[in-house]
């Protein structure tokens, strides 16, 4: 395993391998770039079939924290964990508590939140031995509601205003009202997400592989229930992802319908040249990590202290910076991905090598 030649690595600062034979913990922290502050990103637990895929994620979903929270104009740098094995099967009590130590001794470099894999329970476990966990205190939700620090509601108001800002840029209109949007995967994100659309007047159309999830989506929002095979190529204003990445493909893309992409899941795009892909096919695509934002902001202020009202406005801001990405990919002739980097980058210092 080559770490300085690996190809996903990119001048990360830090690099941590925790290893604690008594709990059976193995695990990967990576810091990518601290020049905005501390890294926060989630921590992911999953089977790794090799020590090898889990440097590859560790490494790559640092990099992309720390272009995310630059975007989001937060006080944060970029990081990730991954702890290797079956949260099912491997994940106990001890073996949190004995990451929360290796989190503890990074003294703040890194703080962790959930990820696949892990719960706000898991990271209460972690933080009794350490206060770099996030996302885990009760407090007022960003929808006014009781959470307990569920990032959803703020990622799916991200995601609405992103959509409005894309729908402004490419159809020329302020109003929803009469937009058609497939919506793709209707979890704790996406049903929100639509719900917003449907108050906003727009027409939804839902598939999800759960079959209750799509029921309530159709009893509460009127929605049309579409199938596995069409949802992402209806004849509609708009596709939202909001299930899993790797949707926008070189099969999927030629077979889209709708002119505008934008939606919460994380890495829609199949590989980093179908960006360039959708932009040839006129298909605005709104990067992932700049309209999924939501979350991230939410969470950065339970650590400055709960302001739902402060979250609110802040996560409004991605629709500028939406904007600002769509403008710029227009002027330069540039896909909106690569502008959406080369905006990261400008605001994130890298640090001298
Ligand atoms: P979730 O698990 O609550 O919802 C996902 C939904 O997608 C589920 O209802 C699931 O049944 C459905 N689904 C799974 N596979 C599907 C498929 N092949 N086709 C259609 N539906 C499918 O997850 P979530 O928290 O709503 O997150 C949704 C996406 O947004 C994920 O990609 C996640 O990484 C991303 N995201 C979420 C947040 C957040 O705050 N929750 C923040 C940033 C990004």
């Given at each position: ?165 894309a729908v402004k ?130 969470v950065y202020y ?52």
């Amino acid at each position: 395993m080559t770490v300085f030649t690996h190809p996903e690595f990119d001048h990360h600062e830090h690099l941590t391998f925790c290893c604690d034979p008594e709990t059976g913990l193995r695990a990967i922290i990576a810091v990518h770039n601290t020049s905005r502050g501390p890294a926060l990103g989630g921590c992911r637990m999953f089977p790794y079939a090799s020590d090898e895929d889990a440097l590859n994620d560790v490494l790559r979903l640092s990099r992309g924290m720390t272009y995310k929270s630059a975007l989001a104009n937060l006080n944060l740098g970029g990081g990730k964990s991954v702890i290797i094995g079956d949260p099912r099967q491997h994940k106990t009590e001890a073996l949190l508590e004995s990451m929360g130590r290796f989190l503890e001794q990074l003294g703040g470099l890194y703080i962790a939140a959930e990820d696949s894999g892990t719960s706000v329970a898991d990271l209460k476990v972690m933080g009794r031995q350490t206060s770099n966990v996030a996302g885990i205190s009760d407090r007022p939700g960003f929808d006014g509601k009781p959470s307990n620090g569920d990032p959803s509601p703020a990622t799916a108001w991200g995601t609405f205003v992103g959509l409005q800002a894309a729908v402004k840029h490419k159809l020329g209109r302020s109003d929803l009202e009469g937009l058609t949007v497939a919506v793709q995967g209707i979890g704790n994100v996406g049903y929100r997400l639509a719900r917003h659309l449907k108050e906003a007047g727009a027409k939804l159309w839902v598939y999800d592989i759960h079959q209750d999830q799509m029921d309530r989506a159709v009893a509460e929002l009127g929605a049309t229930p579409a199938t596995a095979d069409e949802i992402l190529y209806l004849p509609v204003d708009v596709v939202a992802p909001c299930a899993m990445g790797a949707v926008l493909n070189d099969h999927s893309i030629n077979k889209l319908q709708a002119t505008i992409v934008a939606g919460a899941a994380n890495n829609q795009l199949a590989s980093p040249a179908h960006d360039e892909v959708l932009w040839k096919r006129s298909v605005l695509y709104a990067p992932d990590f700049v309209i999924n934002a939501g979350g991230i902001i939410d969470v950065y202020y339970e650590r400055t202290g709960p302001d739902p009202e402060a979250v609110r406005q802040h996560v409004n801001t991605i629709g500028h910076t939406l904007e600002e990405i769509f403008q710029r990919s227009d002027r330069d002739g540039l896909p909106t991905g690569q502008i959406a980097d080369r905006l990261a980058e400008e605001r994130f210092r890298r640090k001298s090598r």
